[in-house]
């Protein structure tokens, strides 16, 4: 058995905590948790504190909140912990090359995605507006690139015809936290040698905004499709109707023997019109083919399945996105 060793954390977002019990959970000593300072957030700008800390608090493990990792108290504090491992997930900070150096095994990262392929902030909405089939987890090396580093091993899963952003999300945060605990103790014993990544493939995955989420009608009803399950839950795909925004949460493409769902199809009227309504959705026109909206959501209002907004309001033969 290889004897316990010294891991510090680094993570913020939800995706980040599984990994954080792995360790939490392992026979190795997890000395300290390191994440994003506090932030106020939301409409009332109340003070909230990331997923890994609260659940790090939870587990009575020390948390060190540094605004930076390059100022020199920041650095003497990781230092005196004596770390023999990194694990990085999420974090959200860049670590200096000074602080990659301060584990004896390195620092490690869980990035999920199968690098070089979707590097970046933004990976699993990435995947999904690309339309990839594919998609998983890479366990890394970190060096002082954004997500350059060699790989030690990769996970592989499909991404479901209208799976969301969040649902793969939480499926890839935990095949991140399995493949860590597979290879935990192999990292720390010098058994894992990474390999370095391919020259070619490597695409960029820009950090996500709101304005990103506005639908372009002309755009064919598979791209809106991807659009709607990348941006579920953030920032939320969403247009106009009747001057108001409609946050449009999930699609579907209407099955292939409705003949106004072929892509090739002319549109029969301008996209964003709503062409039909029923007990099925809300189907609109788009650039090319048809798209029916399931879940949708007008300001101040909950969500609401289609069915039920259609109870209360008329929107056949409206046109969407205009404003």
């Known amino acids: 058995m290889t004897r316990p060793q010294r891991i510090i954390f680094a993570g913020s977002p939800a995706f980040a905590v599984p990994a954080l019990q792995v360790l ?13 300072p506090d932030r106020p957030a939301g409409r009332g700008q109340k003070t909230r504190i990331s997923p890994v800390k609260a659940r790090a608090t939870e587990l009575d493990i020390t948390v060190l909140q540094p605004e930076s990792l390059s100022d020199s108290e920041a650095l003497e504090q990781i230092q005196s912990y004596r770390p023999d491992l990194m694990v990085v997930v999420a974090y959200g900070l860049i670590l200096p090359a000074r602080v990659l150096t301060i584990p004896g095994a390195g620092c490690v990262n869980l990035h999920a995605s199968l690098l070089p392929r979707w590097r ?12 990839d089939r594919s998609t998983g987890i890479s366990l890394m090396k970190m060096d002082a690139g954004l997500d350059t580093g060699p790989v030690y091993t990769t996970r592989s899963v499909d991404i479901g015809a209208d799976e969301n952003a969040g649902q793969l999300h939480d499926r890839l945060a935990q095949l991140g936290a399995d493949l860590l605990a597979e290879t935990l103790d192999d990292l720390l014993a010098g058994r894992c040698q990474p390999v370095p990544q391919a020259a070619d493939g490597a695409c960029y995955a820009a950090r996500l905004h709101k304005k990103d989420a506005l639908i372009d009608w002309q755009q064919t009803a598979q791209h809106i499709h991807a659009r709607i399950r990348a941006y579920n839950p953030w920032p939320v795909a969403h247009t106009w109707l009747d001057g108001e925004v409609l946050r449009c949460w999930s699609a579907v493409l209407p099955p292939d023997d409705e003949p106004a ?30 798209l029916r909206l ?24 409206k046109t969407l996105g205009l404003h």
């Open 24 to 36: 939490a959970e392992s026979q190795h000593e997890l000395v300290a948790v390191l994440t994003q």
């Open 261 to 290: 769902s072929q892509p090739d199809r002319r549109p029969v009227c301008a996209p964003g019109t709503v062409i039909n309504t029923g007990p099925e959705g809300i189907d609109v026109q788009t650039g090319a083919g048809r």
């Open 120 to 131: 970046g902030a933004a990976p699993i909405q990435a995947a999904i507006l690309a339309g």
């Open 294 to 317: 399931l879940s949708v959501q007008m300001p101040g209002r909950k969500r609401m399945t289609a069915t039920d907004f259609l109870n209360g309001r008329e929107v056949l033969h």
